[in-house]
């Protein structure tokens, strides 16, 4: 495994999956009941984009740069506000070109009562996501397997929550693993709110994938997508695209205010486009 998220923070695939995850977020926390927020494959937590892999790249001048650059549609600005809010919070306690990763903003939308268990099986990476999430008695690291993790975790004590599944898809089989994994979670924990992210590189991979798990018969998945190019089988990155089950019911109205406005300042060449549609709605 050579990923390292460091070379890709920022960009335009994590400012989609950071917006849906604050948005999911926000709206867990709209009870006054406790959740848990598990987070199978965690990274580092915290990101710097003037440091020298995000530099290398440059990837998060195409995300998070050209997104603060431009004046959005008011319902957008509404849609993004939680994510707006998280990136400026992390920016005034770790500097401006800090970004946070999934753990970083989970620990700070959630409250006194709620949990966090952030996974990463790498050890170096371990080390450096628990500097970043610093003594938080409402956190655990835990170094382990991601999809080892996601069996193991739920049902949680709280019994609501949400799992963020975020594998760096450089193994083969990860879609397949994938459906088999949300499929064995969501028998043991049916009510919880999962959010799996997933690449888009290409078209026939990806049918296959939605396809696969419309057969899982799991009620309830939204399915939301943005493209930044047309997929082309061997080429860059086209975009990504996210699984919510057990989606709050004002996200799919949400994505689609944000998302049209959204997919215009983020695209980089033809083909770009979006989606927010259920694969099952019972």
């Known amino acids: ?9 920022g960009n335009f695939a994590d400012v989609l999956k950071h917006a849906v995850l604050a948005r999911i977020l926000a709206h867990l926390a709209e009870k006054d009941a406790p959740f848990r927020v598990i987070d199978t494959h965690s990274g580092i937590g915290l990101y710097d984009l003037a440091g020298d892999e995000a530099e290398r790249t440059g990837e998060w001048r195409g995300g ?19 994510y707006f809010e998280t990136l400026s919070a992390v920016a005034a306690h770790h500097g401006p070109s800090a970004y946070p990763g999934s753990p970083l903003i989970a620990q700070h939308m959630t409250r006194a009562d709620d949990r966090l268990i952030f996974i990463e099986k790498h050890p170096k990476d371990v080390l450096a996501l628990e500097e970043a999430v610093g003594r938080d008695a409402r956190a655990k690291v835990i170094e382990l397997d991601g999809w080892t993790a996601l069996n193991a975790y739920v049902p949680p004590k709280e019994r609501r929550g949400l799992v963020l599944v975020d594998p760096p898809f450089e193994e083969k089989g990860e879609f397949e693993r994938m459906v088999a994994a949300i499929a064995r979670a969501h028998r043991k924990w049916s009510t919880g709110v999962y959010a799996l992210w997933y690449p888009l590189k290409n078209a026939a991979e990806t049918r296959a994938f939605i396809d696969a798990l419309h057969a899982t018969e799991i009620p309830k998945m939204l399915r939301i997508e943005l493209a930044v190019r047309r997929e082309v089988e061997g080429g860059p990155l086209a975009g990504s695209g996210m699984i919510v089950v057990n989606p709050p019911w004002k996200l799919q109205d949400e994505m689609r205010r944000l998302l049209p406005p959204l997919t215009e300042i983020l695209q980089q060449a033809p083909g770009a486009g979006w989606i927010a549609e259920f694969i099952r709605s019972e």
């Open 64 to 82: 998070i740069g050209r997104l603060r650059a431009t004046e959005l549609p008011e319902k957008a600005r509404e849609v993004l506000a939680p």
């Open 1 to 9: 495994m050579n990923y390292r998220h460091a070379f890709h923070a």
